[in-house]
Each structure stands twice: as structure tokens, then as C-alpha cells.
């Protein structure tokens, strides 16, 4: 990438205006992948809710070099992960289910739990949110267990016998899917 484009990039990446920011997003899409990279990166730092949204919608075409960048920032991608899952755009959902298997984010398992449970008439049978579910619970075991065998209590065991015992909590969960917490 040229010096003179780099630093064009880096101004629109800084600019509050709105067409600067759908431009950024755009170039999450762009057939370089500096461009690609940059805009990742870019989308990331600027925490715009509209542009990780599109950064989610983005997932399934994302170089190992742009998920290895979201992997250090899986914080800021928690709320644009729950709006994809919650919406009704099936590639934006199944794109959410993609960034919580590959970032093992469990903090959407109440999500996940209430979306399966509101909708379970209407999941078609390919749909891969039963095996997100299951996955994302494997992977607070395995983590509960060798946080275990430190020595240390998990917060994630905490937060998951909270949502196990909570009766608001489990009272919504359908009786099919309470054994996941056994």
C-alpha cells in the first residue's frame, strides 16, 4: 500500500463523518488484504457499533491474520456478536455463531439459551445454534476444569451454577436443554 493511500486510510479512519465510516466499512470487503487488515484493525479501535456489526456480517470471510487480530479485542465484539445472533438476518446470526465458536465466547450461553428457547419451533434443522450451545458450554468446562486444577475458583462456574439455580434464569431454560448444566 502507498504511503500517500495509507495515510488518506488513516484520516478517514479518524473522521466522526458517516460517510467516512460506511467507507471504512467497505473496506472490509476490499480485494487487498492490507486494505482488509487496516479496516479490521481500524473497526475495531473506533468501537462503532454499526461498524463491528459489519465486521461480524464479515466473519465467515475473514484472513487468519484478521481473526487473529479479533482474537486480542474479543472484549469490544461482545455486544455486536449478541446483535447478530438476535437478529433476524440468518447470515448475520449464523456469522455470530461463528465469532463465539472461534473466540469461545461463553458470556452468550444465556443468549443462546433464551434464543433457542423463544424460537425453537422456528430453528430450522440446519441451523448451528444447538452446537454453538453445546460447544460454547464444553468450552466453560474445560475451562472451569483446569481453572480447577490450579487451584482457583472460576467465575465462569460461579456465573454458570447462577444461571443454573437462578430461578429466573432457569425457569426459562426448556427442559431439554437443562441437562447441559449437569
Same mark, same amino acid.
Given at each position: 500500500?502507498?504511503?500517500?493511500y495509507?495515510?488518506?486510510l488513516? #484520516? #478517514?479512519?479518524?473522521?466522526?463523518?458517516?460517510?467516512?465510516?460506511r467507507l471504512?466499512?467497505?473496506?472490509?470487503?476490499?480485494?487487498?488484504?492490507g486494505i482488509?487488515?487496516?479496516?479490521?484493525?481500524e473497526t475495531?479501535?473506533?468501537?462503532? $457499533?454499526?461498524s463491528?456489526?459489519?465486521?461480524i456480517?464479515q466473519? &465467515?470471510?475473514?484472513?487468519?491474520?484478521?481473526?487473529?487480530v479479533l =482474537?486480542?479485542?474479543t &472484549?469490544?465484539?461482545?455486544?455486536?456478536?449478541r446483535?447478530?445472533?438476535?437478529?433476524?438476518?440468518?447470515?448475520?446470526?449464523?456469522?455470530?455463531y461463528?465469532?463465539? #465458536?472461534?473466540?469461545?465466547v461463553v458470556?452468550?450461553?444465556?443468549?443462546?439459551?433464551s434464543?433457542?428457547?423463544?424460537?425453537?419451533?422456528?430453528?430450522? =434443522? &440446519?441451523?448451528?445454534l $444447538?452446537e454453538t450451545?453445546?460447544?460454547?458450554?464444553?468450552f466453560l468446562?474445560?475451562?472451569?476444569?483446569?481453572?480447577?486444577?490450579?487451584?482457583h475458583?472460576? =467465575?465462569?462456574?460461579?456465573?454458570?451454577?447462577?444461571?443454573?439455580t437462578?430461578?429466573?434464569?432457569?425457569?426459562?431454560?426448556?427442559?431439554?436443554?437443562?441437562?447441559i448444566?449437569?
Amino acid at each position: 500500500m502507498s504511503e500517500s493511500y495509507e495515510k488518506t486510510l488513516q #484520516l #478517514l479512519a479518524k473522521s466522526k463523518n458517516r460517510a467516512a465510516q460506511r467507507l471504512v466499512e467497505a473496506s472490509l470487503r476490499s480485494s487487498h488484504e492490507g486494505i482488509r487488515q487496516w479496516a479490521s484493525e481500524e473497526t475495531i479501535s473506533s468501537r462503532n $457499533p454499526r461498524s463491528l456489526l459489519e465486521l461480524i456480517r464479515q466473519f &465467515d470471510k475473514l484472513e487468519p491474520s484478521m481473526l487473529e487480530v479479533l =482474537t486480542r479485542h474479543t &472484549d469490544k465484539l461482545v455486544g455486536p456478536i449478541r446483535s447478530a445472533i438476535l437478529s433476524v438476518d440468518e447470515k448475520l446470526q449464523r456469522n455470530g455463531y461463528r465469532a463465539i #465458536l472461534f473466540l469461545n465466547v461463553v458470556d452468550m450461553i444465556p443468549e443462546l439459551i433464551s434464543i433457542l428457547s423463544e424460537r425453537q419451533n422456528r430453528i430450522s =434443522t &440446519d441451523s448451528p445454534l $444447538p452446537e454453538t450451545l453445546l460447544a460454547a458450554n464444553k468450552f466453560l468446562i474445560e475451562m472451569h476444569t483446569s481453572t480447577k486444577r490450579r487451584g482457583h475458583l472460576s =467465575t465462569a462456574r460461579s456465573w454458570l451454577k447462577h444461571c443454573a439455580t437462578s430461578r429466573k434464569v432457569a425457569g426459562s431454560i426448556p427442559n431439554g436443554v437443562i441437562g447441559i448444566f449437569h
